[in-house]
Each structure stands twice: as C-alpha cells, then as structure tokens.
C-alpha cells in the first residue's frame, strides 16, 4: 500500500473522529417558561438628563494692587467670607518698599519714622464673597498684573448638555448634583442661566447650562467634577410596573393578566405614561388588585451523563 493510498484512508477516519467527540461533548440544555406573579405598585417615577459639570465661581473677582510694590502683609486665608470694603493686605509701593528698606539700615528710630509718614496701600474687597485664592506671601513683589487675593460670591454648577437634549431644560427646572469627591452626597439645584452660544467638545455640539445650589455645600470647591440629572418629568404616588411586564404589539401596549379559572393569561391593553431604567406609569388598564404574569426563560444544566468522553481511551466497565 503506497503512501497516497494511506493518506485517503486515514483523513476519513479522522474526519469521523472529530465529528463523533463533537456529538458527545455538546451538551444539551434544556429550557421552559416560567411565570411570575406580580402586581402594580404605587410609587414616585421621574425621567432624567444626565450629563457632567463643574463647579466654578459665578463671579470671580481678582483683586489686583493699584501700583508695583511689595506685600507687607495677607489678613485673609482661603476659605474665608468677606465683607465689601474689608482690608484683605497692606502693600508698600516699590518707593516706600526702597526708602523702608534704607530707614532700617540707618536706625531702629528712623524706619518707625518714615513707617508713620509715609503709609501702606490696603487691598480692599469690593464685593461680599469667599477666599478662593490667598496664596501671595508677605515679602512677595509684584506688580499691578498680579492677583494677589481671588474672591468668588457664589459658588455654582456648570454643565455641559448636549443640543439634543438642550431644548428639555428649562431655566427653574430642578436638578440633582453629585460631586466625584463625594458620589453618595445628592445636592439639590436650580436652573439659573442657559447659554445661548454652542461650544464644540470632543466634536460634540453643547450648551453650558449654570446650576444654583438651592443650599450652600460645604463640600463645594473650585474645579471639582461633578454629575448632573436634571430631572425631566416627575410623578408622585402613580401605578407603576416593571418594564419587562409590558410587551408591545403593532403599536399597542399590553400585559399579560391571570384570571381565575383560565390556565392561560389574558392580553389586556394599557396605557403608558413616563419611565425610566426600571418601571413605567401605567395611566390606565390596571388597577391594584391585578394580577399580572412576567415569563421568563428557565434552563436546566446538562447531566453528568452527558458529558463527551474520550473515544481512544478505554471505557471504564461499573
């Protein structure tokens, strides 16, 4: 038998070997229906906008010295509120500075003198709000383009929201903000202000939107990243199901009820209202006294039996 021959002989057998051991290990499952009872419920629903922001100063004011000089003296640290007209520091000016600096090096007596004649600048805070910056030292020079203290009024939200969704916010609608530094605190807001021009983001068209706590955050700083839901549409104390208990048919809404006496459920038309990710309004077709049946698919694990053996090793005999 030449070597042609063999190789047609031999490719058969393993071709049949192959598709033998595919036949024992595939396993075979098995699935049925099963039907779950439940019934509507009343609770609160809501649709929301989800998008991102961040919390930024709704006017943020730089205070900037009048003349080149030198800060003798910071009255404030970050994190304080301020009054308008408050003194935030003392500066001399780069002559005061000069002729402070050659009184000491004459006498003790002479730098008190020239002290009390010629006096400092103050800083002054022209507008009630908080530190956000206060990080200029005392010595530190610096000229009339330094901000030497950053006051911010308020603190607010600023989202971006897609131009899809843009036209569902309104200016007072509520909203909900969490902070990335602290995702389990929820801090209620309020639309404030829609911004008419469109920036482009990730080549994505949005429109910024500004938040109003409706209570001051003690967790609110500059620059964190939050989430935004501004919420859409909200009902309170309405019939809610689950949203696999509804099916849809040639555009009618229905779910399955169980009626006594009748092994197979019923279809029963209803009517919709908002949902979310989990349960929708039904406005009308149920009450609360239905009963109505969910089906899902239940499978069942092949057995041990089933389990594909190798056909070259010898069957071991019970």
């Known amino acids: 038998m030449n070597k042609k021959t063999k190789l047609y002989l031999i490719v058969p057998i393993i071709l049949i070997v192959a ?22 419920t009343l609770g609160s629903i809501q649709t929301i ?10 006017n943020r004011l730089e205070a900037k010295p009048p003349v080149n000089g030198r800060i003798e003296s910071i009255l404030v640290k970050e994190g304080e509120n301020v009054k308008t007209g408050q003194i935030l520091a003392w500066m001399s000016s780069t002559e005061r500075a000069a002729l402070l600096d050659a009184a000491r090096g004459e006498s003790e007596e002479k730098s008190k003198y020239w002290q009390e004649v010629y006096k400092p600048i103050a800083l002054i805070a022209p507008i009630d709000g908080e530190v956000i910056v206060a990080t200029t030292l005392t010595g530190q020079t610096v000229t009339t383009g330094d901000a030497v203290i950053v006051l911010s009024d308020h603190l607010i939200v600023r989202a971006q929201v897609d131009e899809t969704d843009i036209g569902k916010i309104k200016l007072g609608q509520n909203a ?53 839901d501004f919420i ?3 009902k309170e104390n309405t019939l809610l199901l689950p949203l696999e208990a509804v099916h849809r048919e040639k555009d009618e809404n229905f779910v399955l009820i169980k009626q006594n006496g009748d092994k197979e459920p019923v279809k029963r038309s209803v009517k919709l209202g908002i ?27 092949p057995k041990s039996n089933n389990v594909g053996t190798n056909p070259f090793m010898p069957a071991h005999r019970r």
Not at 29 to 40: D, F, G, N, Q, V
Request: proline share 5%.
């Open 232 to 234: 859409e549409q909200s």
């Open 19 to 40: 598709a033998f051991m595919a036949l024992k290990i595939k396993p075979k499952t098995k699935s049925s229906e099963l039907l779950k009872e439940i019934s509507p």
């Open 176 to 228: 909900i903000v969490s902070l990335d530094a602290y995702p389990d605190t929820k801090i209620k807001a309020t639309v404030e202000h829609i911004y008419y021009e469109s920036k482009t983001v990730n080549n994505v068209t949005i429109y910024e939107v500004d938040l109003m706590p409706q209570e001051e955050s003690p967790l609110f700083r500059s620059g964190m990243n939050t989430s935004v």
């Open 49 to 58: 906008i989800s998008t991102t922001g961040t919390v930024l100063p709704k």
């Open 275 to 301: 949902s979310d990710d989990k349960n929708v309004e039904i406005v009308s077709g149920l009450d609360m006294n239905d009963k109505i049946l969910i089906k899902s698919a239940k499978y069942v694990l």
